[in-house]
């Protein structure tokens, strides 16, 4: 049983704040990526208890540095670095994908550091009409490789968004936001408790659950929060202006489309 892991950190236990508090050089950075770490490792265990012996660890929150790989347990490897893909290293081996320390997508009321892709460049994204955040295109993407994501973990408004996009998944609220800057946390204890629990039971179902699958032509559309972002992605082969901040392409692969306008 192969399983593959996406991390963030804005979903992780106990992480809240600004950016400029837990990424790096910030004065929560450290104690954020022991937060993270904790609960990867949280996951790992469950899905090892249910038989998994294969999993791939992604750094997937900005630079790559969150996972502290003499902490991470040694029997997942770890994919960090500046990387190419979004989900750098998924292809179609995998039995199923986790979501771990996911945040919701840029808007949403209720939500901790809402944001999609980036807080500084983009507003919204839509795929195939549908407004999608990162837990949403990281499903497409494993649906590409026809990999289904049946654990997500994060705030509160992460996972319900998780299960309105992809219903009767795995999830695991670590916390709620009371603003979107600050948010009520479980203890560490309480969480990789319940992350263990979800990750073994989300192994055990992995017949289950369907990869998400988009089907062609797809249509990605992209607001960005500049005029002079959508100007300049808009001189791409394939994009089309739709207003003075908004652009789209179709195509039939996501990962295509990825590489015109994200």
Partial sequence: MKIYIMTDLEGATGVAGSWGDFNPGGKEHQSA???LTGDVNAAIEGALKAGADDIVVLDGHGAALSIILEELNPRAQ???GRRILELEGLDETFDLMFAVGAHAMAGTPGGLLTHTLSHVNISNIWLNGRLVGEIGLWAAIGGHYGVPLGLVTGDMAAVKEAKALLGDIEVVAVKEATSRFA?????PSVTRRLISEAAERAVRRV????PYRVEPPIELRVEYHSNEIAEAVSRRRGVERVDGRTVQCRGDSILELWHLVL
């Fill in 78 to 80: 770890l994919i960090k």
């Fill in 207 to 210: 017949g289950e659950f369907s």
């Fill in 183 to 187: 948010a009520r946390c479980l203890h």
């Fill in 33 to 35: 990526r022991k937060f």
